[in-house]
Protein backbone atom coordinates (compact mmCIF):
# COMPACT_ATOMS: atom_id res chain seq x y z
CA UNK A 1 0.00 0.00 0.00
CA UNK A 2 1.76 3.09 -0.97
CA UNK A 3 0.05 6.03 0.09
CA UNK A 4 -2.56 7.82 2.37
CA UNK A 5 -5.72 7.29 0.01
CA UNK A 6 -5.53 3.58 -0.41
CA UNK A 7 -5.31 3.11 3.28
CA UNK A 8 -8.10 5.08 4.22
CA UNK A 9 -10.34 3.20 1.60
CA UNK A 10 -9.05 0.03 3.28
CA UNK A 11 -9.96 1.56 6.57
CA UNK A 12 -13.36 2.68 5.21
CA UNK A 13 -14.32 -0.86 4.15
CA UNK A 14 -13.19 -2.30 7.59
CA UNK A 15 -15.31 0.06 9.22
CA UNK A 16 -18.36 -0.67 6.98
CA UNK A 17 -17.91 -4.49 7.69
CA UNK A 18 -17.41 -3.71 11.68
CA UNK A 19 -14.35 -5.87 11.44
CA UNK A 20 -11.94 -4.28 14.33
CA UNK A 21 -8.89 -6.16 13.51
CA UNK A 22 -9.00 -5.06 9.91
CA UNK A 23 -9.44 -1.52 11.13
CA UNK A 24 -6.20 -2.05 13.77
CA UNK A 25 -4.07 -3.71 11.11
CA UNK A 26 -4.55 0.25 9.17
CA UNK A 27 -3.53 1.68 12.45
CA UNK A 28 0.26 1.98 13.43
CA UNK A 29 0.82 0.01 17.10
CA UNK A 30 1.19 3.62 18.12
CA UNK A 31 -1.31 5.66 16.88
CA UNK A 32 -3.30 8.09 17.28
CA UNK A 33 -6.85 8.77 16.81
CA UNK A 34 -8.03 12.62 17.54
CA UNK A 35 -11.95 12.84 17.43
CA UNK A 36 -14.28 15.61 19.31
CA UNK A 37 -14.99 13.11 21.97
CA UNK A 38 -11.57 12.30 23.18
CA UNK A 39 -7.62 11.27 22.13
CA UNK A 40 -7.09 7.30 21.65
CA UNK A 41 -3.50 6.33 21.57
CA UNK A 42 -2.43 2.86 20.52
CA UNK A 43 -4.45 0.14 19.44
CA UNK A 44 -6.19 -0.72 22.71
CA UNK A 45 -7.25 2.22 22.75
CA UNK A 46 -8.01 3.08 19.17
CA UNK A 47 -10.20 -0.49 19.46
CA UNK A 48 -11.81 0.67 22.27
CA UNK A 49 -12.99 3.96 20.61
CA UNK A 50 -14.38 1.39 17.98
CA UNK A 51 -15.76 -1.17 19.66
CA UNK A 52 -18.33 1.39 21.73
CA UNK A 53 -19.14 2.74 18.18
CA UNK A 54 -19.72 -0.46 16.92
CA UNK A 55 -21.69 -1.35 19.71
CA UNK A 56 -24.16 1.91 20.43
CA UNK A 57 -24.71 1.72 16.50
CA UNK A 58 -25.00 -1.71 15.26
CA UNK A 59 -25.82 -0.52 11.57
CA UNK A 60 -22.95 2.17 11.95
CA UNK A 61 -22.04 3.29 8.11
CA UNK A 62 -19.79 5.73 6.62
CA UNK A 63 -19.86 6.96 2.95
CA UNK A 64 -17.73 8.98 1.57
CA UNK A 65 -19.05 12.03 -0.16
CA UNK A 66 -15.38 13.74 -1.54
CA UNK A 67 -12.26 12.26 -0.96
CA UNK A 68 -9.06 14.36 -1.71
CA UNK A 69 -6.66 12.83 -3.96
CA UNK A 70 -3.05 14.02 -1.80
CA UNK A 71 -0.15 11.86 -1.17
CA UNK A 72 -0.51 12.60 2.54
CA UNK A 73 -3.10 13.45 4.61
CA UNK A 74 -5.73 11.37 3.14
CA UNK A 75 -8.78 13.99 3.17
CA UNK A 76 -12.23 12.73 3.58
CA UNK A 77 -15.41 14.21 3.57
CA UNK A 78 -18.36 11.80 4.90
CA UNK A 79 -21.72 10.37 5.67
CA UNK A 80 -22.09 8.94 9.01
CA UNK A 81 -25.62 7.04 9.12
CA UNK A 82 -26.99 4.22 11.76
CA UNK A 83 -29.52 3.87 14.23
CA UNK A 84 -28.86 4.04 18.18
CA UNK A 85 -29.16 0.58 19.72
CA UNK A 86 -26.90 0.56 22.45
CA UNK A 87 -25.44 1.76 24.83
CA UNK A 88 -23.43 5.59 24.11
CA UNK A 89 -21.14 7.53 25.76
CA UNK A 90 -22.04 11.07 26.48
CA UNK A 91 -19.48 14.15 27.66
CA UNK A 92 -19.02 13.88 31.60
CA UNK A 93 -18.96 10.03 31.52
CA UNK A 94 -22.81 9.62 30.99
CA UNK A 95 -24.21 6.92 29.33
CA UNK A 96 -27.04 7.21 27.05
CA UNK A 97 -29.14 3.45 26.52
CA UNK A 98 -30.28 2.95 23.01
CA UNK A 99 -32.96 5.37 21.67
CA UNK A 100 -34.01 3.55 18.67
CA UNK A 101 -33.24 6.67 16.82
CA UNK A 102 -31.81 7.26 13.17
CA UNK A 103 -28.66 9.30 12.54
CA UNK A 104 -26.87 10.94 9.69
CA UNK A 105 -23.84 13.22 10.88
CA UNK A 106 -21.79 14.88 8.34
CA UNK A 107 -18.20 15.12 8.78
CA UNK A 108 -14.20 15.07 7.82
CA UNK A 109 -11.24 13.04 8.62
CA UNK A 110 -7.73 13.24 7.85
CA UNK A 111 -5.05 10.34 7.75
CA UNK A 112 -1.57 10.98 8.27
CA UNK A 113 0.47 7.77 7.23
CA UNK A 114 4.07 6.13 7.85
CA UNK A 115 5.36 2.85 7.12
CA UNK A 116 2.13 2.18 5.24
CA UNK A 117 -0.16 2.81 8.70
CA UNK A 118 -1.99 5.06 9.87
CA UNK A 119 -0.13 7.36 12.73
CA UNK A 120 -2.64 9.90 13.54
CA UNK A 121 -6.04 9.76 12.07
CA UNK A 122 -8.30 13.07 13.18
CA UNK A 123 -11.68 13.14 12.96
CA UNK A 124 -13.86 16.08 13.03
CA UNK A 125 -17.79 16.09 12.95
CA UNK A 126 -20.35 18.55 14.47
CA UNK A 127 -21.41 16.84 18.70
CA UNK A 128 -24.72 18.99 19.01
CA UNK A 129 -25.90 17.49 15.14
CA UNK A 130 -25.24 14.42 16.47
CA UNK A 131 -26.63 14.40 20.11
CA UNK A 132 -29.65 16.10 19.10
CA UNK A 133 -30.59 13.45 16.43
CA UNK A 134 -30.34 11.29 19.90
CA UNK A 135 -32.94 13.80 21.53
CA UNK A 136 -30.06 15.96 23.33
CA UNK A 137 -30.72 19.32 24.06
CA UNK A 138 -28.87 22.07 24.95
CA UNK A 139 -29.51 23.80 28.58
CA UNK A 140 -29.24 27.32 29.56
CA UNK A 141 -29.65 28.72 32.93
CA UNK A 142 -31.72 31.67 32.74
CA UNK A 143 -29.23 34.32 33.72
CA UNK A 144 -27.95 36.33 31.22
CA UNK A 145 -25.43 39.30 31.45
CA UNK A 146 -27.93 41.60 28.72
CA UNK A 147 -31.10 40.95 27.48
CA UNK A 148 -31.42 37.76 24.76
CA UNK A 149 -28.21 36.59 25.03
CA UNK A 150 -27.93 32.92 26.79
CA UNK A 151 -24.85 31.57 29.00
CA UNK A 152 -24.21 27.90 29.34
CA UNK A 153 -24.98 26.30 32.51
CA UNK A 154 -22.73 25.89 35.88
CA UNK A 155 -20.67 22.82 35.09
CA UNK A 156 -20.71 22.56 31.46
Known sequence: ??????????????FNAHDLDRVLQCHSRDGVLVTPSGVAEGHDQIASF??????GFPDLRMTAWHAVFCADPAVTEWMLTGTHNGPFMLPGGGVL??????VAVRGTSTCSVGNDKIITHRIYYDQLE????????????????SAGEARPSPGD
Do not use: H, I, V, W
Open 1 to 14: MGDARALKDKLFEA
Open 97 to 102: DGTGRP
Open 50 to 55: YEEAFK
Open 130 to 145: LYSQLGGELAFDDRSS
